[in-house]
């Protein structure tokens, strides 16, 4: 009786050997087939709000979890009171603020401010950057979600 539990078990986790493939593989295939998160390997992420182009940026384009990362907001039209936080996406991570400075001699369009956030247990977090900033004396809100250690040959 022994010996057939013994070869259940041999056989079954065979099969979830099988079946399992590398960590790194499995987030490259979720980061490659969610069109939704930045990809800063490839270019800024961006998106259009009320006519005014919103630009971001990192330093760092893979988004290294636990680095200082610089991030940069550029925006085609003067703005004012802008303001980012960043949290979990899917989970919650806490509120993580990012303090900007406007670059000079550059119209209040770019920004500049640091960011450290956490690593997840699971690799595969995806973090939220929620951006407000005021224009033409209204407020508007946009986020750009992004894959924290993404693959560096996504």
Known sequence: MQSKTARLLVILSS???IACEP???????KYGQDDSLCQFQIKPCEQVVNGNLVSMQF???????????EISLAFSETVSDVNVVVEGRDMYMGVI??????????DYKVYNGNLIY???ASGYMV????????????????????????????
């Open 15 to 17: 099969y979830f050997l």
């Open 23 to 29: 960590a790194d593989k499995i987030e490259q295939q």
């Open 59 to 69: 330093d760092k384009k893979h988004a290294p979890s636990e680095k200082p990362i």
């Open 97 to 106: 603020p990012v303090i900007l400075t406007p670059i000079a001699n550059m």
């Open 118 to 120: 956490g690593s997840c």
């Open 127 to 154: 973090w939220r950057a929620n951006i407000s900033f005021a224009q033409e004396g209204k407020t508007y809100r946009v986020w750009f979600d992004f894959l924290a250690d993404a693959p560096s040959n996504s």
